[in-house]
């Protein structure tokens, strides 16, 4: 009903930076908000940031002042600016949103994009 495309993960150097991209179509009345999760080997998923359709953000401790949300409602469309980034940041990178479907019943939904490798190296 929902699909999340993400781009832009990759391979970096310590100190470097990457945007990551996340396109959501499908039957949406709405989008309340969106936010991006990793999850490191040997770890749980955990939230690096997040959005409303307001422009309300949040952020992990561990990336404040490094990284950025942003997203464009017309598009449907939330990134991450990543900058600074380090080894620590290395993971699987995950877009979330939640909102409502297009119907009589305005049913909530919750989706997952497929996820996007970020590597760091020292």
């Known amino acids: 009903q929902v699909q999340l495309v993400e781009s832009g993960g990759g391979s970096v150097q310590a100190g470097g930076s990457l945007r990551l991209s996340c396109a959501a179509s499908?039957?949406?009345?709405?989008?309340?908000?969106m936010g991006w999760y990793r999850q490191a080997p040997g770890k749980q998923r955990e939230l690096v940031a997040g959005?409303?359709?307001?422009?309300?953000?949040n952020y992990a401790d561990s990336v404040e002042g490094r990284f950025t949300i942003s997203r464009d409602n017309a598009k449907n469309t939330v990134y991450l600016q990543m900058n600074s980034l380090k080894p620590e940041d290395t993971a699987v990178y995950y877009c979330?949103?939640?909102?409502?479907?297009?119907?009589?019943?305005?049913?909530?939904?919750?989706?997952w994009g497929q996820g996007t490798q970020v590597t760091v190296s020292s």
């Open positions: 979330n949103a939640r909102g409502v479907l297009v119907g009589i019943s305005q049913a909530d939904f919750g989706a």
């Open positions: 499908g039957s949406i009345f709405s989008i309340n908000a």
């Open positions: 959005i409303t359709s307001g422009g309300s953000t």
